[in-house]
């Protein structure tokens, strides 16, 4: 078995000149289970217990082809006290249209799955290709590790002609480590990661020369590099030291193509760009700047990654970063297909036109007065028990009631703390019409996408997008600890539509939450959390 798994990989490092032989040959199709489960790792030299799908960080890369049916069974195995034992997944970016009680969100469209337990999540991602990824919806789980990739390949992608490899081995994941475990770290205000990991791999302050990522390219070819920041809370500036890169793709919408030289990248965003490797044959440093406190700079080779040349020698980089004259801004990305937003193109002049205020007090944040508290019945089943208005719909004051078919129209002012916060919207792609720092408006070809900078300062964001997939929506900030502390809120979408906008619901979602509302604090998990906080900081949230 074991000589055919090495023939088998040798077969296919023959067959693709770029396929870097440390790879994680590590994906699954549509149809799938994804076992969820406790593993001991160390992906920057510091050994933790971490919450894995498939036992890898970040986990296994989901493939699909456009328009193929997914059917991923979430198997949870979970066993370790210090860390939440229940869980649930989202699809990010996937509109699950027809499908909200497969979206994953705890709380708001299910309960938790429990230990020993699992769900089967079946859902069509209509018309949709791209680059989304999948991660824990449950409390801070995702912080504790499990995230991961989810690719929908376009076999007729408008934009193919411009590169020549796009597989798994140019996917590229950012993400934040921590080594304490989320629950704890929940509890503090104002917690920072202690390392970035690119594609799994990375180096802490003072800590061990670990194994860094590399990514393999063979001269004069290009490259389809896929970005995702999996980030619990930091965005990062993402760039290749002597190369440029053209977007072509921002959360999984393609764009106009945009030559730039870094891009900045928000938690929960993602971005194709094409890389042609025309360099000399050398090692080159891939570089993603973290904005947390500490760890901006690359001392000891932190927060980077290695682009090596077929050819080149087996070496860390020498190569130094020059300054950016290109970076990305967002405003100059164009939606490719279909431009330009819904309804009148003036401000103001949508079917429905929120806006959201968004404020911080000792670490809680609130959206128009109201911090969000997770109900302890979903909303999905609030609605299909007959709870229609926004009056009956808990939690109270964080429900907003939107009407079918209606253009929304979104303001979102600067918060005045933490920021840029990431704004993420369930259910919906939206189009930009402001981007935050832009004076001016777009509603001709704006950038379309799912998760949008709120800004800094005095700035705001302006998006919209149609109500056209009933059900309840979550809109959080996609900062993971922020979301934790209050800001979010639920939309639900015509919700007198829902019930025969989804059909047939499966028993096994029924069973969710009387399985759930059954566990014992000690089977939840983390019983010892705020204790352990206690001795780490004084600077707590209260105990809930």
């Known amino acids: 078995m074991l000589w055919l798994h090495l023939a088998h990989a040798a077969s296919i490092i023959s067959r693709s000149n770029s396929y870097p032989l440390n790879s994680r040959l590590n994906t699954l199709g549509p149809k799938t289970n994804l076992i969820i489960s406790n593993k001991v790792i160390s992906p920057d030299g510091f050994v933790r217990s971490a919450t894995l799908a498939g036992g890898t960080f970040p986990g296994p890369i989901i493939a699909a ?16 006290d210090e860390m939440l034992k229940s869980t649930s997944v989202h699809w990010h970016g996937i509109r699950q249209n027809g499908s909200n009680y497969v979206d994953g969100v705890s709380f708001v469209t299910q309960c938790p799955i429990a230990q020993n337990h699992s769900f089967l999540h079946s859902f069509e991602a209509r018309n949709q290709a791209g680059t989304f990824w999948y991660h824990s919806h449950y409390s801070v789980q995702q912080c ?37 475990v989320a629950p704890v770290l929940s509890h503090i205000i104002g917690t920072n990661a202690n390392s970035t990991l690119i594609n799994g791999l990375g180096r802490y302050q003072q800590g061990p020369q670990s194994e860094l990522a590399v990514v393999s390219v063979e001269y004069g070819k290009r490259y389809r590099l896929r970005l995702i920041a999996m980030s619990c809370d930091p965005n990062f500036v993402f760039s290749i030291d002597n190369h440029n890169m053209t977007v072509i793709e921002a959360d999984g919408e393609l764009t106009q193509p945009l030559l730039v030289d870094s891009l900045q990248i928000l938690a929960g965003q993602r971005y194709s760009v094409v890389l042609v490797a025309n360099q000399p044959v050398d090692n080159y440093w891939i570089r993603a700047l973290p904005n947390t406190l500490g760890l901006n700079n690359f001392i000891n080779n932190q927060n980077s990654a290695i682009l090596r040349y077929n050819g080149a020698p087996i070496a860390e980089p020498t190569t130094n970063q020059t300054e950016s004259t290109m970076p990305l801004v967002e405003n100059n990305l164009h939606a490719l297909i279909n431009p330009g937003a819904p309804g009148i193109p003036e401000y103001g002049k949508a079917d429905i036109n929120l806006k959201l205020v968004v404020n911080n007090s000792g670490g809680i944040y609130s959206v128009n007065g109201v911090p969000y508290k997770p109900p302890t019945v979903p909303v999905l089943l609030q609605i299909l028990s007959g709870a229609q208005q926004a009056t009956d719909l808990l939690p109270a004051g964080s429900v907003y009631v939107l009407g079918a078919n209606k253009v929304v129209e979104l303001t979102m002012p600067a918060v005045n703390a933490g920021g840029p916060h990431p704004i993420h919207i369930h259910g919906h792609s939206f189009d930009v019409v402001q981007s935050a720092g832009n004076s001016s408006f777009n509603y001709v070809n704006p950038v379309r996408r799912d998760v949008v900078s709120s800004g800094i300062l005095s700035q705001q964001m302006v998006i919209r ?22 800001f979010a809120i639920v939309m639900a979408e015509s919700p007198l539509d829902t019930q025969a906008h989804l059909g047939y619901i499966p028993n096994a979602w029924d069973e969710l939450c009387p399985t759930f509302n059954s566990l014992t604090p000690a089977q939840i998990g983390a019983q010892n959390s705020y204790q352990e906080a206690q001795n780490i900081s004084t600077l707590l949230f209260p105990n809930t």
């Open 465 to 486: 997008w149609v109500t056209d997939n009933s059900g309840p929506w979550f809109l959080h900030c996609h900062i993971d600890w922020h979301l934790d502390a209050g």
């Open 65 to 80: 082809r456009k328009g193929e049916h997914f059917a991923i069974n979430v198997v949870n195995r979970l066993t370790d």
């Open 144 to 180: 504790d590790g499990l995230r991961g990739a989810l690719i929908i390949y376009d076999p007729e992608d408008p934009l193919s002609y411009l590169y020549d490899v796009d597989d798994e081995t140019t996917v590229i994941t950012l993400a934040d480590w921590y080594h304490i």
